[in-house]
């Protein structure tokens, strides 16, 4: 005859039991709180003993009254019919693939909104499950800052001079520093660095000009070479792009331009309104 209902996890089924510390006595305290006497099975020096009053014992709560004091020397245990435990508990590594379910994640409560850093994923390494925290996986072009001159700047003239970009458009991680003019990205990778230099030489109607990135002093790259105008009163914008790569912890990264007129004084142009003259840098994915 077929199985009418759920078929329980007989397998699985253990239930819990109780060992006695045996002294002269006819009454003992169970761990677990019972109906009546028929939820344990009782068993002294390895006979089953029969429940219900009149007979071998009785039990109610948590009391266990016996028809007649134990010695000391006899055994005794009680098996809780009533709490069979790990019916739904497999044994550990005894649930391959084929037994869980395809919709077991689809069923699931879904997450509107980006991970929290210590959210956790499941991953495969190498064919073992593991689990990471989302901060490890989330990929961001930060650190990244862009600021500007907010005032005109006088520059040395054929001399490379540093272009004190004052203003934060923007800085995600604090890196850039507004006084000293210094991008410290304390992430390693590599960085795509921008900048425009406009500049004015007065009265001269020649002017040539080089915008250049500084790493730790030194000329790490020239966005761009002897820009060259020929006009009265020339003013001459020269922008470029390059990456380069920060150690993350101890590398700086500075804007520098050097002007080269026939006459008049040199000047950085600045707004305080917009970024006209101005430096920035985000750090690159995937490099």
Not at 14 to 32: D, G, K, M, P, R
Not at 67 to 88: E, F, I, K, N
Not at 102 to 123: C, H, Q, R, V
Not at 171 to 199: C, E, H, M, R, W
């Amino acid at each position: 005859m077929a199985y009418i209902g759920n078929i329980p996890a007989e397998s699985y089924a253990s239930f819990e039991t109780e060992t006695f510390s045996v002294s002269a006595t006819a009454n003992y305290t169970l761990s677990h709180a019972v109906t009546n006497e028929n939820e344990i099975r009782l068993v002294i020096n390895g006979v089953v003993q029969q429940p219900g009053s009149g007979k071998a014992y009785t039990a109610s709560g948590t009391t266990l009254t016996l028809s007649s004091a134990t010695v000391s020397g006899d055994s005794m245990y009680a098996v809780y019919l009533g709490r069979a435990l790990q019916t739904v508990n497999p044994p550990n590594a005894s649930v391959g693939s084929a037994q869980i379910a395809d919709d077991l994640i689809s069923g699931k409560t879904a997450l509107g909104a980006t991970p929290a850093d210590t959210d956790e994923l499941l991953i495969s390494d190498a064919g073992t499950l593991k689990r990471v925290d989302y901060s490890h996986l989330k990929s961001a072009n930060t650190p990244a800052f862009q600021g500007y001159l907010s005032a005109n700047q006088s520059i040395s003239d054929n001399s490379d001079t540093k272009i004190n970009i004052n203003t934060e458009s923007f800085d995600t991680d604090s890196a850039y520093n507004n006084s000293t003019y210094k991008f410290i990205p304390q992430t390693a990778g590599k960085y795509l660095f921008y900048a425009n230099v406009v500049t004015s030489a007065g009265d001269d109607n020649n002017i040539a000009m080089d915008v250049k990135i500084y790493k730790n002093g030194s000329i790490a790259a020239e966005l761009n070479y002897n820009a060259y105008a020929n006009s009265y009163a020339a003013t001459l914008s020269s922008s470029g792009s390059i990456i380069l790569e920060a150690n993350g912890s101890s590398d700086y990264f500075e804007l520098y331009a050097k002007s080269n007129d026939y006459s008049g004084t040199p000047t950085a142009l600045g707004n305080s309104s917009y970024p006209k003259t101005y430096f920035g840098a985000y750090k690159l994915i995937g490099v």
